[in-house]
């Protein structure tokens, strides 16, 4: 069959568009089957249902009327008697739907403004599809273009199947680029938005660094070595973990290179950023003192319930620690995760002098006795008067100048002092209106009670409703810096597994959850253990 020159000119158009906008022949003929359709249509009637198909090798276009087979007709436009289907199709049923071919026609002016719109559209929304399914596979990598143009700090960047945006709090401060500039970014978010794919790339994200070093260093590439944590302040400074998997090669050393030539790339394409690259340890504390470099640390004293810790550093090194505007322990802190509270060493002293006056005084007031006593047993390690009352009476007789019977005063007199703090509780807790039934729960006392009474929480019920963050606190990460809020039990020394534990008690007391319903998650977790065990015999 002779194609007809308006036909292979059809074919033609569809693949040039096709090809230019890097999409699918398919989807091109398609649009222009909606488009003679929505012609048509304007010629027909738009309430017909009218269907036009292009066939992809001759171009030729077939338009048909789809009319619904039905027993009585209401619309003749959309449907088609059931007697007169049957002159047409003998085996035609009730719900069928017949073809009506229609003559072909010539599209008038606005009829083919009509079509281009319906292609134009059709294409540029298969065109953004296609953007969007090539690069929402892309996050994480880093991407080479051209600058096209700066709105407002913002840089927009070509990267030729599709427009990239850097925003101005994402590029690194200070760095000038212009029209035509390469430029390379760390593809972070693809969003499909009205306009088209929003592709969002980033200079400053701590993952643009790790791609940098992974392209860099091989041993990166190829698994040896890990990045464990990166901490950056974009355009001033950077800390960077790393570990090997491979005892012989140096974590360190190979991502510095010969002659620092390997860090050397990476800092040139960051604008200087200087970078410390430091050996990741399982150990927080060895860990962190590695973090600080380079000041150098006498002291740590671990937290691990707040995820803090204290270090003690010699006075001349302060500065070091801290560094410009806090800049190095604020990054130490971003790349460990943990809050860093640096002290020198005279202040560690003092604030233990005062803690020690602080004990010894408490022993005076409470037991009665002289300033000499008091601090003889805060030198010997003793900080609470609860382990004064019910620690064994040899311990406090073996301390030099005490005897047996001093010993036993001094317990009593502690004895003494517990019974009337818990009776002043007691009232206060009684005040407050705080149910006696509260104290049944494991681990609670007056103490807690007259702090939940304060917050409002008398009756088992109120506690039940309780989760374990209201009473041991909890705390919040953002950018990079910890936020602790307070619990009710914060001042008291209970763990959250504690708390839990107590609420937990309060619902079974009240009749929420029942111990069948605390021993079903330990069954299933049996069971999966089982059946992993299985899956591996």
Not at 17 to 38: N, T, Y
Not at 90 to 110: H, K, N, S, V, Y
Not at 370 to 384: I, K, N, P
């Amino acid at each position: 069959m002779a194609v007809s020159a308006n036909r292979l000119e059809l074919l033609q158009i569809a693949d040039a568009v096709a090809r230019e906008k890097v999409i699918d022949r398919e989807i091109v003929l398609g649009a222009m089957a909606d488009a003679i359709q929505k012609a048509a249509r304007s010629r027909y009637g738009s309430e017909s249902n009218i269907q036009a198909d292009i066939n992809p090798k001759t171009g030729e276009i077939k338009l048909q009327r789809l009319l619904e087979v039905v027993d009585q007709v209401e619309d003749y436009s959309t449907q088609i008697a059931l007697l007169s289907a049957r002159d047409r199709k003998p085996d035609a049923e009730i719900g069928d739907t017949i073809a009506d071919p229609l003559p072909p026609m010539d599209f008038g002016r606005i009829a083919a403004q009509s079509a281009k719109q319906v292609i134009v559209q059709k294409v540029r929304e298969a065109e953004r599809d296609r953007q969007f399914d090539e690069f929402k596979d892309r996050i994480g990598e880093i991407v080479n273009g051209t600058v096209k143009r700066v709105e407002y700090g913002n840089v927009i960047v070509d990267l030729g199947r599709g427009e990239g945006i850097i925003r101005r709090d994402e590029m690194i401060p200070r760095e000038n680029v212009r029209y035509g500039d390469r430029i390379r970014a760390y593809v972070y978010d693809v969003r499909r938005e009205q306009r088209g794919p929003q592709i969002f790339l980033s200079r400053t994200h701590p993952q643009f660094m790790v791609k940098l070093f992974t392209m860099e260093v091989p041993e990166i590439y190829d698994g040896i070595i890990q990045i464990k944590s990166v901490a950056r302040d974009p355009g001033s400074r950077a800390k960077i973990a790393v570990i090997s998997n491979d005892s012989s090669i140096d974590p360190v050393g190979a991502c510095v290179g010969m002659r620092g030539s390997r860090v050397q790339a990476v800092v040139g394409e960051l604008q200087g950023e200087k970078i410390d690259i430091i050996p990741w340890s399982p150990d927080p504390a060895s860990f962190i003192v590695n973090a600080l470099q380079p000041a150098e640390v006498a002291k740590v004293v671990l937290d691990e319930d707040a995820e803090r810790i204290e270090v003690v550093v010699p006075d001349e090194h302060l500065s070091l620690a801290i560094g410009r505007r806090g800049q190095n322990v604020r990054l130490a802190s971003q790349l460990t995760g943990w809050d860093i509270d640096i002290l020198t060493e005279q202040e560690e002293s003092e604030r233990r002098q005062k803690e020690f006056t602080e004990r010894s005084n408490l022993f005076m007031d409470a037991l009665d006795v002289d300033e000499m006593v008091g601090q003889v047993l805060a030198s010997e390690g003793f900080a609470q008067i609860e382990e004064l009352a019910y620690v064994d009476v040899e311990e406090i007789a073996s301390i030099d100048g005490f005897d047996e019977e001093t010993a036993e005063e001094i317990q009593t007199r502690a004895r003494e002092f517990l019974d009337r703090q818990e009776a002043e509780l007691d009232a206060k807790r009684k005040e407050l209106g705080v149910a006696d039934e509260l104290l049944s729960i494991d681990g609670m006392n007056r103490k807690m009670l007259v702090a939940l009474g304060e917050e409002g929480i008398k009756t088992m019920e109120d506690f039940a409703g309780c989760a374990a963050d209201d009473l041991v606190g909890w705390t919040e990460r953002k950018d990079g810096e910890t936020k602790r809020f307070p619990g009710t039990f914060s001042d008291m020394e209970v763990s959250r597994a504690e708390a839990e534990a107590m609420v937990v008690q309060a619902r079974l007391a009240v009749g929420w959850i029942t111990e069948e319903d605390l021993a079903k998650p330990e069954e299933e977790a049996e069971g999966e253990e089982t059946a992993e065990g299985t899956e591996e015999a």
